[in-house]
């Protein structure tokens, strides 16, 4: 792990893109039925596009930015996860999507963000076909999140994702039938579902490609 971090210390684009996609996915790389696809239906509806930006800060310990949305939303409220969302029809790329709600929920300019590439495409059950960008933040943002949609914005240190024990499986009953999802708890928090397993994605593409 210490060697991983280091690459990235001394070229964080080298280093990331050297494990990512240099463009965004043309096809479903992974989804919520992951760890149980007989449960994956055959026939699928058309899904909403989306986009999340996935913010590598690079510090003296590098960390990863989320946001933690408020309660009073309608969708996924209270959960943690990474600044982005639906596509709008003006959006020309997942980029686009991902730096323009990144800047409507955080404050965050589009200058600060340097595009490091992509993760494959992940579907969630509920019907959204999501577009991971990963991108490293330069030093000198500042944060100003949207009270509407973002409680707190907050960091987290990117070693902590990148170690297998920190993650764990966790198993709940859906529709009368067991899920098994992904679970990790930085500080205190919770964060699972779809931000969880882009981050063990990400983590794993680390991993296995900087040793």
């Known amino acids: 792990m210490s060697d991983i971090l280091a690459r990235l210390r001394s070229d964080p684009l080298a280093a990331l893109r050297a494990v990512l996609l240099d463009a965004p996915s043309r096809e479903i790389g992974h989804d919520d ?16 596009g989306a986009a999340v930006l996935l913010p590598i800060v690079m510090r ?15 969708r996924h409220s209270g959960q943690v996860s990474f600044p982005g969302g639906r596509a709008d029809a003006t959006d020309l790329s997942p980029v686009e999507t991902a730096l323009r709600e990144t800047r ?23 019907g959204y076909d999501i577009s991971p960008v990963v991108g490293v ?27 297998p024990a920190n993650r ?15 679970v990790f708890t930085p500080q205190g ?3 699972w579902g779809a931000t969880a397993a882009i981050l063990v994605d990400f983590a794993a593409r680390l991993n296995a490609r900087m040793l």
Not at 33 to 46: A, F, G, K, N, V
Not at 139 to 159: C, R
């Open 168 to 182: 764990r499986l966790e198993t709940r009953l859906w529709g009368g039938r067991e899920r098994s999802f992904y």
């Open 33 to 48: 039925y992951d760890l149980h696809p007989e449960l994956r239906p055959p026939h699928q509806s058309e899904a909403v």
């Open 104 to 126: 409507e929920e955080t404050g965050i300019d589009p200058a600060f963000v340097r595009i490091a590439g992509y993760l494959p495409r992940y579907r969630t059950g509920t």
């Open 189 to 191: 928090r919770t964060i």
């Open 60 to 74: 003296d310990e590098p960390s990863i930015l989320f946001t933690q949305r408020t309660e009073t939303l309608a």
């Open 137 to 163: 933040l330069s030093g000198g943002f500042t944060l100003a999140p949207n009270p509407d949609e973002v409680a707190e914005a907050f960091e987290a240190p990117l070693a902590f994702f990148l170690d």
